[in-house]
């Protein structure tokens, strides 16, 4: 491949988003450049759900899956790079990648995802995305009735109560320090049967990221069969924040209706973008983000 050739979109991210927004681009007849470093955050999720017609099949079957239909078509490449560099220059933007190769395109579409901060927790990296989840529709149905756990406090954690509520009678809130909840939802977690242990965790005991325990500074320990919980982010990509792209107060990319960022022909799709994630929406906002990408190229030619 020519280390400088110029394409109507390229796409960072080749995951579930940027594949989507690939496939849209690609049967347009847009040539296309695909760059991916390889590590979804879901790497570790055994199975993924709620995703119609993939219901149980695991993050790398679905991924693999689409990549081979999306290389069908002939105007689509795909290289194993990082992206590390974007400069805007006119209408053209220019990436550079962590191998040294440049690229140049008309187009950009993020589709880099978010990169969660993990607590100092000894073996709770080790059981995220396997029985540590963030998801009650992703995870949910497959941990229902069993003895589970909140690792959060105020508002985040009565929100997962109120959802997990449904799945499971056995419900406690691990808030790891001082409750933060206000007369209203200790009543409504008192009407609901949800406890509240207010100890510090100290270390998530698990066999092969399945949890047995959650253990507490005190040495004391309570058994669960899984927990959820909510953690801070940060964007997996610094380049769109260079490039002038304004981020929500959520700490998202900030995104209109149609998958634009703030930055005129930069575009951005999944869960960089977007509150809610799952499969299901990093494959319509990537469809969106490339149909867009297209009809803007369309409208600046035709």
């Given at each position: 491949?020519?280390?400088?050739?110029?394409?109507?979109?390229?796409?960072?991210?080749?995951?579930?988003?940027?594949?989507?927004?690939?496939?849209?681009?690609?049967?347009?007849?847009?040539?296309?450049?695909?760059?991916?470093?390889?590590?979804?955050?879901?790497?570790?999720?055994?199975?993924?759900?709620?995703?119609?017609?993939?219901?149980?099949?695991?993050?790398?079957?679905?991924?693999?899956?689409?990549?081979?239909?999306?290389?069908?078509?002939?105007?689509?490449?795909?290289?194993?790079?990082?992206?590390?560099?974007?400069?805007?220059?006119?209408?053209?933007?220019?990436?550079?990648?962590?191998?040294?190769?440049?690229?140049?395109?008309?187009?950009?579409?993020?589709?880099?995802?978010?990169?969660?901060?993990?607590?100092?927790?000894?073996?709770?990296?080790?059981?995220?995305?396997?029985?540590?989840?963030?998801?009650?529709?992703?995870?949910?149905?497959?941990?229902?009735?069993?003895?589970?756990?909140?690792?959060?406090?105020?508002?985040?954690?009565?929100?997962?109560?109120?959802?997990?509520?449904?799945?499971?009678?056995?419900?406690?809130?691990?808030?790891?320090?001082?409750?933060?909840?206000?007369?209203?939802?200790?009543?409504?977690?008192?009407?609901?049967?949800?406890?509240?242990?207010?100890?510090?965790?100290?270390?998530?005991?698990?066999?092969?990221?399945?949890?047995?325990?959650?253990?507490?500074?005190?040495?004391?320990?309570?058994?669960?069969?899984?927990?959820?919980?909510?953690?801070?982010?940060?964007?997996?990509?610094?380049?769109?924040?260079?490039?002038?792209?304004?981020?929500?107060?959520?700490?998202?990319?900030?995104?209109?209706?149609?998958?634009?960022?703030?930055?005129?022909?930069?575009?951005?799709?999944?869960?960089?973008?977007?509150?809610?994630?799952?499969?299901?929406?990093?494959?319509?906002?990537?469809?969106m983000a490339g149909a867009v990408a297209n009809m803007e190229l369309t409208q600046e030619r035709f």
């Amino acid at each position: 491949m020519n280390p400088k050739k110029k394409f109507d979109a390229i796409i960072i991210g080749g995951s579930y988003s940027g594949l989507s927004a690939a496939m849209t681009l690609g049967r347009s007849l847009r040539n296309v450049l695909i760059i991916d470093s390889g590590l979804p955050c879901n790497r570790q999720t055994p199975y993924s759900h709620n995703f119609i017609t993939q219901d149980g099949a695991t993050p790398s079957e679905i991924s693999q899956k689409a990549k081979s239909q999306v290389l069908k078509y002939d105007t689509v490449r795909f290289i194993e790079d990082k992206a590390v560099k974007g400069i805007k220059n006119g209408h053209s933007f220019h990436i550079h990648t962590e191998s040294g190769k440049e690229f140049k395109a008309k187009k950009l579409i993020f589709a880099t995802g978010i990169k969660d901060i993990m607590p100092q927790i000894k073996g709770f990296s080790d059981c995220w995305g396997i029985s540590v989840v963030h998801c009650p529709y992703c995870h949910g149905y497959e941990i229902r009735h069993k003895k589970t756990g909140i690792m959060a406090n105020g508002e985040k954690a009565m929100h997962l109560a109120s959802l997990v509520n449904n799945l499971t009678e056995d419900l406690t809130i691990l808030t790891s320090g001082k409750a933060n909840f206000n007369a209203e939802q200790i009543l409504k977690l008192t009407k609901n049967n949800i406890k509240v242990i207010e100890k510090e965790i100290s270390e998530i005991e698990h066999e092969n990221g399945y949890i047995k325990n959650v253990i507490f500074k005190d040495n004391s320990k309570e058994y669960f069969n899984a927990t959820y919980t909510a953690l801070p982010f940060t964007q997996h990509s610094d380049i769109p924040v260079i490039l002038g792209c304004k981020l929500n107060e959520q700490g998202f990319i900030q995104v209109d209706m149609m998958q634009k960022t703030t930055i005129d022909g930069l575009f951005a799709c999944g869960d960089n973008s977007l509150g809610v994630r799952s499969i299901a929406n990093a494959v319509s906002t990537g469809n969106m983000a490339g149909a867009v990408a297209n009809m803007e190229l369309t409208q600046e030619r035709f």
